[in-house]
């Protein structure tokens, strides 16, 4: 005689008006809720799971996908909060969008199209070479993230709301906008300090390039075995990574970094707003990370600040 | 801004219970004393400003000339409103910060950056009538704020309060709006507040410009706060008639 399985029964309900929308029978004890979401996909074709948002109470947290029915506080008869999520769009696809956006945006600048600085200056070049390099920088900097969404990063979440991206891209799109307006202008002033101000924010871009590059890639390695498990990251034998040892999230230092240099080597007071807006930006991110680390690992390092060594 | 992992659920957070307890938490005594004689100061500002402009107009017989005589009272009582940010920021207010910064800033940018800098406006018709508007509405917001504080609200004040906005919001938008616009000719000639290229900072703003945006940011701003302040005399003066499908 096997042992009696006692299979739950699963109602879910709208989370504003409370009315059954669906009616689960012969669930099994062991389910994830991400099988329940796939249940109610079947009934409700229009919302797929990533836009599910299934929950204890009306106005709870989501459930994870890997949450199992037994495991929950719920009876055999459990009653479940749904709420809809919107249109959902794959992480991949939204960083795919907002950084090939300032990447083609800001060559219609440099190549000078007709109808961006008016007809006189159309498709003529700029007599400053800092212009050609502020160019190179900036899709550089674009074209390696846009290589690192495919091939490097791994995402935790699968999506994002449709609506942020809009947002997102209204931001990033219209700051390249403005930048690439005024460096690629014909009454650009390159920066005061001449030769010896370039060369120094080269220099600097490109360690910070290189150190943000080696970051995502170590953290993309703690999750090489696809788990979705946090881990706490460590530095390893490139130097770049020693910055671990400091800060929580050095991909945020190296980034605001790259910004830094950027507005130096332009020395362009768009590029200098941009810059401080990632910074806080980021800085809101990395406490996040941070605080998060702190509150799951015991044993996290007491060194590490957040995005700023000693600092913030 | 690309956010960090937002999935929409509600963090769930306080009670209904906390949340009650908290407005209803007693003010220390020295955040009441202190909010109080700033109210009290205030309505006597507003008052002196009201009754200046109407001897002027009562003396003179016309308003050619009055901006300049209340100018720096007006300057000084509206620039002290920036005190109302603070006061929601540590916490003594239970009014948004976002809020209030809002309404204070296009009040300071009104008198500094329009009236004040651009002087061939200030005797136009629409200054006096946003002077009136606002005259009349921060008495009445003072005075209902100071009443409030010592817990003796005649009906009255609190009637001003929440009906006389119907009138003097769109009546004061208008003001703002005309003086605006009125002004745009002279930023076009003086280029005041403006950043040609080129410049070593690699940036130009253009003032003129930038007012065109001010006044077209009136469309959708004006409605929305309009219409809370509506919803917010049905709230007050009506009072149980609204129940928040809350349980």
């Avoid at chain 1, 994002?160 to 390249?176: D, E, V």
């Avoid at chain 2, 070593?200 to 701003?221: E, W």
Wanted: charged share 15%.
């Amino acid at each position: 005689m096997g042992s009696r399985v006692t299979f739950f029964e699963v109602e879910i309900l709208d989370w504003k008006t409370k009315q059954q929308l669906c009616f689960l029978d012969k669930v099994e004890p062991c389910a994830t809720i991400s099988d329940i979401r796939l249940m109610f996909h079947k009934s409700y074709p229009k919302w797929y799971p990533a836009r599910q948002s299934i929950r204890l109470d009306p106005k709870g947290k989501s459930l994870r996908d890997e949450e199992i029915l037994q495991h929950l506080p719920v009876g055999t008869t459990a009653t479940l909060y749904f709420k809809d999520l919107g249109p959902q769009i794959g992480w991949t696809m939204v960083f795919l969008t907002e950084y090939a956006g300032p990447l083609f945006i800001y060559f219609l600048f440099y190549f000078r199209m007709p109808f961006v600085y008016g007809l006189d200056d159309k498709i003529t070049s700029s007599p400053h070479p800092v212009v050609n390099l502020a160019c190179i920088c900036h899709s550089f900097h674009y074209i390696k993230r846009l290589i690192e969404t495919i091939f490097v990063h791994r995402f935790s979440h699968g999506t994002m709301p449709l609506r942020n991206i809009i947002k997102n891209c209204f931001y990033y799109w219209g700051f390249a906008a403005w930048l690439a307006y005024y460096i690629n202008h014909p009454l650009y002033t390159p920066p005061s300090y001449g030769q010896k101000q370039i060369n120094f924010a080269v220099i600097m871009f490109l360690i910070c390039e290189a150190g943000n590059f080696s970051i995502h890639v170590a953290l993309s390695d703690l999750r090489r075995d696809g788990s979705k498990i946090r881990k706490i990251p460590y530095p390893t034998k490139n130097p770049f990574t020693w910055l671990f040892f400091f800060v929580s999230c050095p991909n945020y230092t190296y980034e605001v970094g790259a910004w830094i240099s950027f507005t130096i080597m332009t020395q362009c007071v768009p590029v200098g707003l941009f810059t401080f807006l990632c910074f806080t930006q980021m800085t809101v991110w990395a406490k996040d990370k941070h605080y998060t680390y702190v509150r799951e690992f015991k044993d996290y390092p007491s060194l590490r600040m957040p995005i700023i060594p000693f600092l913030l | 801004m690309a956010s960090s992992e937002e999935d929409g659920a509600g963090g769930g957070g306080g009670s209904l219970e906390e949340k009650e307890k908290g407005r209803k938490r007693r003010l220390g005594a020295l955040a009441t004393a202190w909010l109080i004689g700033y109210n009290i100061a205030m309505t006597a500002g507003w008052l002196v400003l009201a009754i200046a402009m109407a001897r002027f107009y009562m003396q003179k017989g016309t308003y050619k000339g009055l901006y300049k005589t209340i100018q720096k009272t007006l300057k000084f009582f509206q620039t002290f409103a920036v005190l109302e940010v603070v006061h929601c920021a540590v916490g003594i207010v239970h009014t948004s910060v976002l809020v209030t910064g809002v309404q204070v800033s296009s009040r300071i940018f009104m008198v500094w950056f329009i009236t004040h800098s651009i002087k061939q406006i200030q005797n136009e018709e629409s200054v006096i009538l946003f002077l009136v508007v606002w005259t009349v509405t921060e008495i009445t917001r003072y005075s209902f704020y100071t009443f409030n504080l010592l817990n003796h609200l005649p009906y009255f004040i609190k009637w001003a309060r929440y009906n006389f906005f119907i009138i003097l919001y769109p009546a004061g938008v208008a003001g703002e709006l005309l003086t605006i616009y009125a002004a745009l000719p002279y930023v076009k000639k003086t280029g005041i507040f403006s950043l040609r290229l080129p410049n070593k900072y690699n940036v130009s703003f253009d003032y003129y410009y930038f007012l065109i945006i001010v006044m077209a940011s009136y469309i959708p701003l004006f409605p929305q706060l309009y219409f809370h302040m509506l919803w917010q005399r049905r709230k007050v003066l009506h009072g149980e008639v609204i129940v928040e499908k809350d349980d």
